[in-house]
T-cell receptor
Framework: DAKTTQPPSMDCAEGRAANLPCNHSTISGNEYVYWYRQIHSQGPQYIIHGLKNNETNEMASLIITEDRKSSTLILPHATLRDTAVYYCIVRVRGETSGSRLTFGEGTQLTVNP | NAGVMQNPRHLVRRRGQEARLRCSPMKGHSHVYWYRQLPEEGLKFMVYLQKENIIDESGMPKERFSAEFPKEGPSILRIQQVVRGDSAAYFC???????????????FGQGTRLTVV
């Protein structure tokens, strides 16, 4: 799986958009970009994933650059409950070896009132 | 997340004792994954199981750790002769089929926090 690089921490004002960057310059053509988050003391929660097109769901938007070497997770209107560690993961989808994920250090997002 | 049940939520063991962590996957899910999160670190994959089979245990420590997922009942992660370094949060995730990525088809439990004293 490709290695990812994320800033260790970010701050965001409540109600504003939170833009979390991720670099994955060694990503392969068949690797997807996944985002998870882990709110303190809870299990990880899936947010969104994509291959090369931008994606949007009820939680967030994922913007992937044309060369796929980086991506940005956007929380359009951050709330205090979005304070969490956000993990960017790239891997091949549907490997028969199992769906294990490799979590890096992630970005600690703190949403301030 | 509420669908994957882990128990106990908190477990305290003295050094040398055994720890047994249980994970009941969501209904209809036959694939279970265990992860460990040491203090101030990210999650690390340990083992992937299907019913009665260990598929990938590349992340399991070679000694003292074992996992099973019997035909009936929950998946069990067993740690023998615990040491202080085993203190961590242990998370279980489940999915309905082996080719499902851990996205909307797979969910994590709330974890078991093991403290070795």
């Amino acid at each position: 799986d490709a290695k990812t690089t994320q800033p260790p921490s970010m701050d965001c004002a409540e109600g504003r958009a939170a833009n979390l960057p991720c670099n994955h310059s060694t990503i392969s053509g068949n690797e997807y970009v996944y985002w998870y988050r882990q709110i303190h003391s809870q299990g990880p929660q899936y947010i969104i994933h994509g291959l090369k097109n931008n994606e949007t769901n009820e939680m967030a938007s994922l913007i992937i650059t044309e060369d796929r070497k980086s991506s940005t997770l956007i929380l359009p209107h951050a709330t205090l409950r979005d304070t969490a560690v956000y993990y960017c993961i790239v891997r091949v989808r549907g490997e028969t070896s199992g769906s294990r994920l490799t979590f890096g250090e992630g970005t600690q997002l703190t949403v301030n009132p | 997340n509420a669908g994957v049940m882990q128990n106990p939520r908190h477990l305290v063991r003295r050094r040398g004792q055994e720890a047994r962590l249980r994970c009941s996957p969501m209904k209809g899910h036959s694939h279970v994954y265990w992860y460990r999160q040491l203090p101030e670190e990210g999650l690390k994959f340990m083992v992937y199981l299907q019913k009665e089979n260990i598929i990938d245990e590349s992340g399991m420590p070679k000694e003292r750790f074992s996992a099973e997922f019997p035909k009936e009942g929950p998946s069990i992660l067993r740690i023998q002769q615990v040491v202080r370094g085993d203190s961590a949060a242990y998370f279980c995730a489940s999915s309905p089929r082996d080719r499902a990525m851990l996205d909307t088809e797979a969910f994590f439990g709330q974890g078991t926090r093991l403290t070795v004293v």
